[in-house]
């Protein structure tokens, strides 16, 4: 096969290090299942076993998971009052499109919270393979340019283009689908896949039947896969509305029947170079 032709995938298990039952899940994912990458929160509840854990996996590609959507800020919330509410947490998703939308949000705080959370990542001694954002918060007006150039002062090689295809599986978050495509129409100022998909991969129950169809149907190129395994846990059930769903996506990943498609449509992992946030190609 040449090297037009040739299908690589790459699968990202966002939240690592959002509990310790995220943790886990994404570790197993990547041990007995396809998962080739994870996405750090660095304000997660269990960041610091998960930074101890990526250590030992040294085929584990561990990019940062930036958030404005959760948590506590690693920055002062005094210095930061556009992106958190009166108890001095992240606001929701909601509210941050609602100051986006009213000219509320300082993208220069934004680009303070953010460096910070990068910061905290670099200085755990992981060398990030990718940026990327909890709910794609970086595609919005003002703040990809902030993602963008923060991923190129810390070297960051690869920065997340949640382009999903349209045309298909109109059950699954259409309209949030449509505005990341219509996002993600712009120059990308840094290496990035060919293809992805993620949402059209969280089909609940029928997590396995969806990620096989994909796997199927994947096109020349990288693509990206967008997944979320984990182990419900007490901390998750009160932090995130995901929960028994993660359990579900833990049990795909892992099923032998998802390698063999790979080797049967002789589609390879995309691994990163261990140790050195550049990526395999």
């Known amino acids: 096969m040449d090297s037009i032709s ?32 994870t996405s ?18 040294p085929g584990l590609g561990v990019g940062v998971h930036l958030t404005l959507t959760w948590g506590t800020p690693l920055s ?22 609602k100051r986006v939308l009213m000219g509320r949000l300082d993208p220069g705080e934004v680009a303070r919270e953010w460096e910070a959370q990068i910061q905290q990542v670099t200085r755990s001694g992981i060398i990030p393979t990718h940026v990327d954002s909890h709910h794609h918060v970086h595609l919005l007006p003002g703040l990809f340019a902030v993602a963008s150039q923060l991923a ?14 349209i045309g298909r599986d109109l059950r699954s978050a259409l309209l949030k689908r449509i505005v990341f495509r219509i996002l993600s129409l712009r120059p ?3 290496p990035t896949s060919d293809a992805f998909r993620g949402l059209t991969l969280q089909g609940k129950r029928d997590f396995l039947l969806r990620i096989k169809e994909a796997i199927q149907g994947l096109t020349p190129g990288n693509t990206e896969f967008m997944v979320h ?12 509305t995901y929960v028994w769903e993660r359990e ?18 002789r589609i390879e992992l995309d691994r990163p170079v261990p140790g050195s946030g550049e990526e395999s190609r």
């Open 188 to 190: 990308w100022p840094l």
């Open 248 to 265: 579900i996506e833990l049990k795909g990943l892992c099923d032998p029947g998802v390698k063999r498609l790979l080797k049967d449509f």
């Open 40 to 57: 750090i929160m660095a304000g997660g509840l269990d960041f610091d076993r998960a930074v101890a854990l990526s250590r030992k996996m």
């Open 229 to 240: 395994p984990g182990k419900p846990d007490t901390l998750l059930e009160k932090e995130d």
């Open 152 to 165: 190129r002062e810390f070297g960051v090689p690869w920065l997340r283009r949640p382009a999903e295809p």
């Open 6 to 37: 040739k299908r690589r995938l790459r699968v990202t298990a966002d939240d690592f290090g959002f509990t310790p039952g995220v943790t886990d899940g994404i570790i197993e994912a990547h041990e007995k299942g396809i998962v080739t990458h």
């Open 76 to 97: 002062s919330p005094s210095s930061i009052p556009s992106l958190v509410g009166a108890d001095g947490k992240l606001v929701s998703l909601g509210e941050i499109l």
